[in-house]
C-alpha cells in the first residue's frame, strides 16, 4: 500500500504564494507518477500537474502554466506543489495522488492512490 500526506494548505490574499507538499510512504514503487488535483465546491476534480519520480518529466495544465510548478525529491519521496500570483478562482481542495503508469496522466482515472486534500483558500 501506498499513503499519501499532504500538507501546506491555508488561506492566502489575491498574489500570495503557496507550496504544497505531498508526503509518499510505504510501497513507492507503486507509484511511478504523482500528480496534484484539486476540487472546488459544485465542480468536478480537474487535473492541476504530474510529475515522474524518475526522469522528472512534468506536465502542467496549460491554465497554471506560468503560475504553478511542479517537483519532487526523490530522496525524502515528497512531491511539491508551488503555487504563484494566487487567484480567487484558485480557491479548492488540492489532492496529491500516485498511479502506476505514465499514460494518461491528466485524467483521475489511473491514480490508484489518493491523499486526504489540503484545503487552499484565496481571498480577493
Known amino acids: 500500500q501506498v499513503q499519501l500526506v499532504e500538507s501546506g494548505g491555508g488561506l492566502v490574499q489575491a498574489g500570495g504564494s503557496l507550496r504544497l507538499s505531498c508526503v509518499v510512504s510505504?510501497?513507492?514503487?507503486?507509484?511511478?507518477?504523482m500528480g496534484w488535483f484539486r476540487q472546488a465546491p459544485g465542480k468536478e476534480r480537474e487535473f492541476v500537474a504530474a510529475?515522474?519520480?524518475?526522469?522528472?518529466?512534468?506536465s502542467i495544465a496549460e491554465s497554471l502554466k506560468g503560475r504553478f510548478t511542479i517537483s519532487r525529491d526523490n530522496a525524502k519521496t515528497t512531491v511539491y506543489l508551488q503555487m504563484n500570483s494566487l487567484k480567487p478562482e484558485d480557491t479548492a481542495v488540492y489532492y496529491c495522488?500516485?498511479?502506476?503508469?505514465?499514460?494518461?496522466?491528466?485524467?483521475?482515472?489511473?491514480?490508484?492512490?489518493w491523499g486526504q486534500g489540503t484545503q487552499v483558500t484565496v481571498s480577493s
Open positions: 495522488a500516485g498511479r502506476p503508469n505514465i499514460v494518461g496522466i491528466t485524467t483521475t482515472r489511473g491514480y490508484n492512490y
Open positions: 510505504g510501497r513507492t514503487s507503486s507509484s511511478v507518477v
Open positions: 510529475i515522474s519520480w524518475s526522469s522528472g518529466y512534468t
